[in-house]
């Protein structure tokens, strides 16, 4: 039953709605209005004229899944995955976009997070991550990327979550899964005593891990699988290492273990190492620092341009990730992986040019120096996690920041706040790129390159 509902509260709003579908918003859905109310709408597409389901009322706007499409965009195709749709798999949010139109729709979210947090113009293309091209078997564009999935696991089966739900869609296959991924059978095993199964294949070396989650992970059965496979259980017992898979960029291997970080699409760590150096454009003799630098994949590629008159500094909070780049670049006298909090490290750096190379310095911590003593890094890498830097963070890289910064982040509207922050400053954005590395999701992968003034 329709009434009009002006006055109502949103709790006697009905639950199917016919909408206007309007612009995409960040987050995976578009916004509607409904009787002055404001409805956040996934599953349709900017244009449409759907009819929808409220799956969630908030006190100044609702959440809505269209469920019939009335007028469809010309963007509009059939979702490849038969688990992606309103209430179903919570993974994918624009398979019933073509490849283009999501590009696009990410594109405006990037331009529109920019203007609103930042006031900054920018017309956005988001480019294609090429799948590389030695890659054994190349899926069909836009799927086959994923070469890290978290199935979730609930007595014994595996799933997938839904959209804002802790309920679980069965699946049998996970058509963004690198075909690596797929040749383990993990959807198709019964995992008992699990909560999660996260499955995770090198595009470069091949490696393959099976991560267990659950309360007690030596109590798991695990099922027989398809392929080899290392299985991580949890921590490694004393002295023992966590098994690892190994990537390949620019000529350098890194190894990754258990469940690090790494850029998931199979293309996207070789564009973004290559985009990164393209940016900052260094130079022999320079000092560079690369925070939230992970296994150390922008320090590899920057220590390589610097030589062995420069310096590159990583900082990193993640203990097995520390690891893993101390010994990926070990072979680098030019580099030094300081462990800690961005937040806590930047705020007293210094950096020792030594004439038996130079060497990073933590005021709190000491450490080896011979030489002048600066305060300031040619070149700034950061790559946090979602959240963003902030502004304390921001703050402290503008003090030591002397020529250009490259901002690498997963999450445009974080980005643009922080960009208004270094604009605050006197840092402005130079040049905006988009990487499309998360194709048939919102996400967008972004670098931002900032100069002074
Ligand atoms: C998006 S990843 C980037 C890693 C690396 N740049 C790469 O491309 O492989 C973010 C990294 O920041 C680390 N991290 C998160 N919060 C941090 C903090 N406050 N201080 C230092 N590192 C942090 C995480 O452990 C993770 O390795």
Redesign the pocket.
């Known amino acids: 039953m329709f009434r009009n509902v002006t006055d109502l509260e949103p709790d006697v709003l009905p639950d199917i709605l016919d909408l206007e579908v309007g612009n995409v918003a960040n987050g995976g859905f578009c916004v509607a209005r409904h009787e002055g109310r404001v409805i956040f709408v996934r599953h349709a597409l900017p244009g449409e004229r759907v009819r929808a389901r409220v799956t969630e009322r908030a006190k100044t706007f609702l959440r809505a899944d269209a469920v019939e499409i009335i007028e469809a965009s010309p963007d509009r195709v059939a979702p490849p995955c038969p688990f992606a749709g309103p209430g179903r798999c919570g993974g994918c949010d624009w398979q019933h976009a073509s490849l283009p139109a999501q590009r696009a729709l990410k594109a405006a979210v990037v331009e529109e997070q920019l203007k609103r947090l930042a006031g900054i113009d920018r017309t956005v293309t988001v480019e294609e991550v090429p799948y590389p091209v030695d890659s054994e078997v190349a899926p069909p564009p836009g799927l086959g990327w994923r070469t890290r999935v978290q199935f979730t696991v609930s007595g014994g089966a595996v799933g997938l979550r839904r959209h804002r739900s802790h309920d679980i869609e069965p699946i049998d296959e996970c058509l963004i899964a690198h075909p690596g991924v797929e040749l383990m059978g993990i959807e198709r095993k019964r995992w008992p005593g699990a909560s999660g199964v996260e499955g995770i294949v090198s595009a470069t070396a091949g490696d393959r891990l099976v991560v267990l989650r659950g309360r007690d992970r030596r109590k798991i059965k695990v099922p027989r699988l398809d392929v080899p496979v290392r299985l991580v259980r949890g921590k490694p017992e004393p002295g023992a290492s966590l098994p690892y898979v190994r990537e390949e960029v620019s000529g350098r291997l890194y190894q990754v273990s258990g469940s ?4 998931v699409h199979p293309g996207a ?1 070789q564009l ?1 190492a290559d985009a990164v150096v393209d940016a900052l454009e260094p130079k022999p003799g320079d000092i560079a620092l ?6 150390g ?2 320090a590899g590629v920057l220590a390589d341009r610097v030589g062995q008159d420069g310096l590159v500094v990583g ?4 203990g097995q ?1 520390v690891r893993d780049a101390r010994f990926n670049l070990r072979e680098l006298p030019n580099v030094s992986i300081e462990r ?4 806590e ?1 930047v705020a007293d750096l210094e950096f020792g040019r030594a004439s038996a190379g130079s060497r990073a310095q933590n005021k709190r911590g000491g450490g080896h120096h011979r030489g002048e003593r600066v305060r300031r890094a040619d070149l700034v890498v950061l ?3 979602r959240t963003g830097a902030g502004r304390d963070v921001v703050e402290h890289i503008t003090r030591l920041a002397g020529r250009k910064i490259a901002y ?1 982040s ?1 999450d445009p509207a974080t980005l643009a706040r922080d960009l208004a922050y270094f604009a605050e400053r006197g840092w402005t954005l130079e040049t905006l790129r988009a990487f499309d590395a998360f194709p048939m999701t919102h996400h967008v992968e972004c670098l931002a390159t900032l100069v002074h003034g």
């Open positions: 690090g970080f790494w850029q760590a973004l690369d925070l939230y630098c992970g296994v994949l922008f900082v990193e909070s993640d990730a800690g909090p961005v937040e490290v790559d946090p996690p690498v997963c």
